[in-house]
Protein backbone atom coordinates (compact mmCIF):
# COMPACT_ATOMS: atom_id res chain seq x y z
CA UNK A 1 0.00 0.00 0.00
CA UNK A 2 1.79 3.14 -1.31
CA UNK A 3 -1.09 5.61 -0.48
CA UNK A 4 -2.66 7.79 -3.00
CA UNK A 5 -0.52 10.05 -5.29
CA UNK A 6 -0.99 12.88 -7.55
CA UNK A 7 1.26 14.31 -10.18
CA UNK A 8 2.07 17.17 -10.78
CA UNK A 9 2.72 18.39 -6.90
CA UNK A 10 2.55 22.31 -8.40
CA UNK A 11 1.58 23.35 -11.82
CA UNK A 12 1.74 27.24 -12.67
CA UNK A 13 -0.07 27.82 -16.33
CA UNK A 14 -1.23 30.99 -17.71
CA UNK A 15 -4.86 31.89 -18.22
CA UNK A 16 -6.18 30.34 -21.29
CA UNK A 17 -4.09 26.95 -20.96
CA UNK A 18 -5.17 23.46 -20.38
CA UNK A 19 -3.70 21.62 -17.81
CA UNK A 20 -4.03 17.95 -16.67
CA UNK A 21 -3.67 16.17 -13.57
CA UNK A 22 -3.10 12.51 -12.39
CA UNK A 23 -4.57 10.71 -9.65
CA UNK A 24 -3.38 7.26 -8.85
CA UNK A 25 -5.47 5.86 -5.99
CA UNK A 26 -4.35 3.30 -3.76
CA UNK A 27 -4.60 -0.09 -5.86
CA UNK A 28 -8.30 -1.98 -4.87
CA UNK A 29 -9.37 1.27 -3.77
CA UNK A 30 -12.61 1.13 -6.64
CA UNK A 31 -14.12 4.77 -5.66
CA UNK A 32 -12.07 7.44 -6.68
CA UNK A 33 -13.07 11.45 -5.43
CA UNK A 34 -11.73 14.58 -6.90
CA UNK A 35 -11.75 17.51 -4.15
CA UNK A 36 -11.38 21.31 -4.93
CA UNK A 37 -9.33 23.29 -2.31
CA UNK A 38 -8.94 27.18 -2.35
CA UNK A 39 -7.22 29.57 0.16
CA UNK A 40 -8.64 28.93 3.64
CA UNK A 41 -11.59 26.85 3.12
CA UNK A 42 -12.36 23.48 3.17
CA UNK A 43 -12.34 21.02 0.37
CA UNK A 44 -15.47 20.78 -1.64
CA UNK A 45 -16.51 17.85 -3.35
CA UNK A 46 -16.26 17.89 -7.55
CA UNK A 47 -16.62 14.55 -8.79
CA UNK A 48 -16.28 10.70 -8.10
CA UNK A 49 -16.38 7.27 -9.95
CA UNK A 50 -17.29 4.02 -8.87
CA UNK A 51 -14.50 1.74 -11.17
CA UNK A 52 -14.39 3.48 -14.50
CA UNK A 53 -18.26 5.11 -13.95
CA UNK A 54 -18.38 8.93 -13.35
CA UNK A 55 -21.52 8.44 -10.94
CA UNK A 56 -21.63 12.31 -9.37
CA UNK A 57 -20.34 15.82 -10.54
CA UNK A 58 -21.16 18.84 -8.36
CA UNK A 59 -22.35 21.97 -9.87
CA UNK A 60 -18.99 23.39 -9.41
CA UNK A 61 -17.49 21.37 -12.19
CA UNK A 62 -18.19 23.57 -14.90
CA UNK A 63 -17.74 22.64 -18.55
CA UNK A 64 -14.66 23.16 -18.84
CA UNK A 65 -13.91 20.68 -15.97
CA UNK A 66 -13.83 17.31 -17.21
CA UNK A 67 -12.25 14.06 -15.26
CA UNK A 68 -12.05 10.15 -16.59
CA UNK A 69 -11.16 6.88 -15.27
CA UNK A 70 -10.58 5.11 -18.20
CA UNK A 71 -9.81 1.29 -17.08
CA UNK A 72 -11.17 2.04 -13.13
CA UNK A 73 -7.10 2.54 -12.03
CA UNK A 74 -5.86 6.03 -12.38
CA UNK A 75 -7.71 9.05 -13.03
CA UNK A 76 -7.18 12.72 -15.06
CA UNK A 77 -8.67 15.84 -13.86
CA UNK A 78 -8.45 17.97 -17.18
CA UNK A 79 -9.20 22.17 -17.35
CA UNK A 80 -9.44 23.79 -20.10
CA UNK A 81 -9.17 27.53 -20.88
CA UNK A 82 -7.94 27.91 -17.39
CA UNK A 83 -9.23 31.18 -15.34
CA UNK A 84 -7.51 32.58 -12.57
CA UNK A 85 -10.67 31.39 -10.42
CA UNK A 86 -9.31 27.55 -10.91
CA UNK A 87 -6.03 28.58 -8.70
CA UNK A 88 -6.69 25.88 -5.83
CA UNK A 89 -5.45 22.92 -4.77
CA UNK A 90 -6.87 19.56 -6.31
CA UNK A 91 -7.16 16.34 -3.94
CA UNK A 92 -7.75 13.43 -4.96
CA UNK A 93 -8.96 10.35 -2.28
CA UNK A 94 -9.55 7.10 -2.98
CA UNK A 95 -11.92 4.26 -0.87
CA UNK A 96 -13.15 1.10 -0.88
CA UNK A 97 -16.69 1.30 -2.04
CA UNK A 98 -19.15 0.99 0.92
CA UNK A 99 -16.54 1.87 3.84
CA UNK A 100 -16.49 5.41 4.07
CA UNK A 101 -13.18 5.96 4.74
CA UNK A 102 -11.07 8.08 2.08
CA UNK A 103 -7.43 8.31 2.36
CA UNK A 104 -6.35 11.32 0.88
CA UNK A 105 -3.29 12.51 -1.77
CA UNK A 106 -1.36 15.01 -1.16
CA UNK A 107 -2.87 17.45 -3.81
CA UNK A 108 -1.52 19.43 -6.91
CA UNK A 109 -1.92 23.29 -6.36
CA UNK A 110 -2.59 25.08 -9.66
CA UNK A 111 -1.84 28.50 -9.89
CA UNK A 112 -3.35 30.56 -12.92
CA UNK A 113 -1.46 33.68 -13.99
CA UNK B 1 -27.94 17.74 2.61
CA UNK B 2 -25.28 17.76 5.26
CA UNK B 3 -23.34 20.33 6.78
CA UNK B 4 -20.80 20.83 9.04
CA UNK B 5 -20.00 24.36 11.06
CA UNK B 6 -16.34 24.95 12.94
CA UNK B 7 -17.26 27.18 15.63
CA UNK B 8 -13.41 28.21 15.31
CA UNK B 9 -11.51 29.59 12.71
CA UNK B 10 -8.53 29.75 14.90
CA UNK B 11 -7.84 27.93 18.28
CA UNK B 12 -4.51 28.98 20.44
CA UNK B 13 -3.41 26.71 23.35
CA UNK B 14 0.32 26.96 25.22
CA UNK B 15 2.20 23.24 25.41
CA UNK B 16 0.43 20.66 27.80
CA UNK B 17 -2.73 22.18 28.05
CA UNK B 18 -6.04 20.70 26.95
CA UNK B 19 -7.47 21.26 22.90
CA UNK B 20 -10.81 21.81 22.38
CA UNK B 21 -12.25 22.03 18.89
CA UNK B 22 -15.69 22.66 18.45
CA UNK B 23 -17.78 21.23 15.11
CA UNK B 24 -21.68 21.01 15.03
CA UNK B 25 -23.10 19.21 12.34
CA UNK B 26 -26.50 18.93 10.34
CA UNK B 27 -27.98 16.06 8.62
CA UNK B 28 -31.53 14.73 7.27
CA UNK B 29 -29.91 11.16 7.54
CA UNK B 30 -27.96 9.56 10.73
CA UNK B 31 -24.20 10.31 9.48
CA UNK B 32 -20.83 9.47 9.44
CA UNK B 33 -18.26 12.21 11.07
CA UNK B 34 -14.35 12.37 10.55
CA UNK B 35 -11.76 14.83 12.04
CA UNK B 36 -9.10 15.71 9.73
CA UNK B 37 -5.58 17.39 10.03
CA UNK B 38 -3.95 18.82 7.54
CA UNK B 39 -0.48 19.54 8.03
CA UNK B 40 1.07 22.61 5.93
CA UNK B 41 2.54 20.95 2.38
CA UNK B 42 0.97 17.43 3.59
CA UNK B 43 -1.99 15.72 2.55
CA UNK B 44 -5.57 15.23 4.47
CA UNK B 45 -4.57 12.75 6.94
CA UNK B 46 -7.62 10.60 9.10
CA UNK B 47 -7.73 11.51 12.70
CA UNK B 48 -10.79 9.47 13.65
CA UNK B 49 -14.33 8.47 12.63
CA UNK B 50 -17.46 7.99 13.85
CA UNK B 51 -19.92 5.45 11.82
CA UNK B 52 -23.03 4.66 14.44
CA UNK B 53 -20.88 2.36 16.39
CA UNK B 54 -19.63 3.62 20.13
CA UNK B 55 -20.27 7.88 21.03
CA UNK B 56 -16.45 8.39 22.36
CA UNK B 57 -14.26 7.88 19.47
CA UNK B 58 -10.53 7.57 20.37
CA UNK B 59 -7.99 8.42 16.97
CA UNK B 60 -4.40 8.67 16.71
CA UNK B 61 -2.14 11.06 18.63
CA UNK B 62 -4.18 11.04 21.93
CA UNK B 63 -7.03 12.95 20.05
CA UNK B 64 -11.06 11.80 21.23
CA UNK B 65 -14.46 13.41 19.55
CA UNK B 66 -17.56 12.68 21.34
CA UNK B 67 -20.91 12.11 19.46
CA UNK B 68 -23.55 13.97 20.82
CA UNK B 69 -27.09 13.57 18.67
CA UNK B 70 -28.67 15.95 21.17
CA UNK B 71 -26.72 18.99 20.76
CA UNK B 72 -25.81 17.64 17.09
CA UNK B 73 -21.83 18.53 18.21
CA UNK B 74 -18.54 16.15 17.38
CA UNK B 75 -16.08 18.01 19.54
CA UNK B 76 -12.36 17.35 18.93
CA UNK B 77 -10.32 17.07 22.37
CA UNK B 78 -7.03 16.21 23.40
CA UNK B 79 -5.66 16.20 27.15
CA UNK B 80 -2.35 17.53 26.34
CA UNK B 81 -1.07 19.85 23.16
CA UNK B 82 1.59 19.15 21.64
CA UNK B 83 4.26 21.41 19.34
CA UNK B 84 3.50 19.14 16.82
CA UNK B 85 0.04 19.34 16.46
CA UNK B 86 -0.21 23.02 15.16
CA UNK B 87 -2.52 22.31 11.92
CA UNK B 88 -5.25 22.87 10.14
CA UNK B 89 -8.74 20.30 11.10
CA UNK B 90 -11.53 19.88 9.75
CA UNK B 91 -14.55 18.39 11.10
CA UNK B 92 -16.08 16.25 7.92
CA UNK B 93 -19.65 14.51 7.89
CA UNK B 94 -20.80 12.32 4.92
CA UNK B 95 -24.00 10.05 5.06
CA UNK B 96 -23.07 6.33 4.19
CA UNK B 97 -24.77 5.17 1.58
CA UNK B 98 -26.19 8.12 -0.11
CA UNK B 99 -24.35 10.29 -2.38
CA UNK B 100 -21.45 8.17 -3.18
CA UNK B 101 -20.35 8.65 0.50
CA UNK B 102 -18.72 12.03 -0.69
CA UNK B 103 -17.38 14.20 2.00
CA UNK B 104 -18.76 17.51 3.14
CA UNK B 105 -15.81 19.39 5.29
CA UNK B 106 -15.96 22.33 7.36
CA UNK B 107 -13.88 25.63 6.97
CA UNK B 108 -11.17 24.37 9.61
CA UNK B 109 -9.71 25.30 12.57
CA UNK B 110 -6.66 26.67 12.66
CA UNK B 111 -4.54 25.57 15.62
CA UNK B 112 -2.03 27.30 17.15
CA UNK B 113 0.28 25.67 20.36
CA UNK B 114 2.65 28.07 22.33
CA UNK B 115 5.66 27.18 24.03
Known amino acids: DTGVSQDPRHKITKRGQNVTFRCDPISEHNRLYWYRQTLGQGPEFLTY????????KSRLLSDRFSAERPKGSFSTLEIQRTEQGDSAMYLCASSIGGVETQYFGPGTRLLVL | AQSVTQLDSHVSVSEGTPVLLRCNYSSSYSPSLFWYVQHPNKGLQLLLKYTSAATLVKGINGFEAEFKKSETSFHLTKPSAHMSDAAEYFC?????????????FGTGTQLKVEL
Open chain 2, 92 to 104: VVSVPGREGNKLT
Open chain 1, 49 to 56: FQNEAQLE
